[in-house]
């Protein structure tokens, strides 16, 4: 009997990644052999970091551990982890209506790629007000956001 790999993807802009990012990959390590942090492009959006920029904030903060990967990606999630061979997306709820958006995501990625499963995670309640578009935010006006980062995310780097 052969084993086959427990790969779970989790997608997302990581403009900038967070700690409430980094707290789902850790904790995901537990039910899969790889996560691949999947970093996805959208040429009509404005990101505050560089393709670049934010694939190497990844790489620095999970520089430790040798399970998760860092890709880009455009187009649909489902179809990047239907030509990857990969049947799980990892997903972090803070809210309920972030269950309800995610939720509905879920299901068209399951009609779409009939083997695909979402995965959730309930966030950490200490991070859940935690979201990258209030870190940039805080990071535009000039304020201190270290405190939402991840510790060995050092944006002065960046």
């Given at each position: ?123 950490d309640p200490r991070l ?31």
């Open positions: 009997m052969s084993y086959t790999k427990r790969i779970g993807v989790f997608p997302g802009s990581f403009d900038p990644i967070t700690l409430g990012h980094e707290d789902i990959v850790l904790r995901s390590l537990s039910l899969f052999d790889e996560v691949i942090i999947a970093i996805g492009t959208n040429s009509a959006k404005n990101y505050m970091f560089s393709l670049e920029q934010r694939m190497q904030m990844i790489n620095d903060v999970f520089a430790h551990e040798s399970r998760v990967k860092v890709e880009t990606f455009t187009g649909l999630t489902a179809d990047y982890c239907r030509s990857k061979n990969i049947n799980y997306i990892l997903r972090g709820l803070r809210t309920s209506s972030d269950f309800e958006f995610e939720r509905a995501i879920g299901q068209m990625n399951k009609a779409m790629f009939s083997e695909l499963e979402t995965v959730f995670y309930l966030s859940s007000a935690i979201n990258s578009t209030i870190v940039r935010d805080i990071l535009k006006n000039g304020g201190n956001a270290k405190q939402f980062l991840p510790q060995k995310l050092d944006l002065s780097n960046y």
